[in-house]
């Protein structure tokens, strides 16, 4: 983010915007159209996102599982140098906990959280800016 707080916004918009836009062109195409290498990659996200802080409810919501998938494909596809590694899958539950935070002032999302009052919308925008 930029230290310039009248530029965050603007900021926030672009890289919402970049990602709408790689989701387009790399995860929401037909599978004939993906490499080898991004089957493989997806492969591995499919295999580790169900394995998300699986002790924590939140992390076994349907939506929330096909968020992260999303996220973590497109990373491995942005940052080819390291790719996709077993484990990044974790890097996420933060992101997830903080971003909820601001739209549930003092809720606890690790204890019986209720997901579904948050919108569709509001999941899209959870990403992290890696």
Same mark, same amino acid.
């Given at each position: 983010?930029? #230290?310039?707080?009248?530029?965050?916004? #603007?900021?926030?918009?672009? /890289? /919402?915007?970049?990602?709408?836009?790689?989701?387009?062109?790399?995860?929401?195409?037909?599978?004939?159209?993906?490499?080898?290498?991004?089957?493989?990659?997806?492969?591995?996200?499919?295999?580790?996102?169900?394995?998300?802080?699986?002790?924590?409810?939140?992390?076994?919501?349907?939506?929330?599982?096909?968020?992260?998938?999303? %996220?973590? *494909?497109? &990373?491995? %596809? /942005?940052?080819? #140098?390291?790719?996709?590694?077993?484990?990044?899958?974790?890097?996420?539950?933060?992101? *997830?906990?903080? *971003?909820?935070?601001?739209?549930?002032?003092?809720?606890?999302?690790?204890?019986?959280?209720?997901?579904?009052?948050?919108?569709?919308?509001?999941?899209?925008?959870? /990403?992290? &800016? *890696?």
């Amino acid at each position: 983010m930029p #230290a310039n707080s009248s530029r965050q916004k #603007a900021c926030i918009r672009k /890289r /919402r915007e970049e990602y709408r836009k790689g989701l387009e062109n790399y995860y929401y195409i037909d599978d004939e159209f993906r490499t080898s290498q991004d089957h493989a990659i997806l492969k591995q996200v499919l295999m580790d996102v169900p394995r998300t802080a699986p002790n924590i409810q939140v992390f076994s919501n349907e939506r929330v599982l096909s968020s992260i998938e999303r %996220i973590l *494909f497109l &990373w491995a %596809i /942005r940052n080819p #140098a390291s790719s996709y590694v077993q484990g990044i899958n974790d890097l996420v539950t933060p992101f *997830f906990a903080v *971003f909820l935070g601001e739209y549930l002032e003092g809720v606890d999302i690790v204890n019986d959280f209720d997901i579904s009052v948050i919108t569709d919308d509001v999941l899209f925008q959870v /990403r992290p &800016w *890696f």
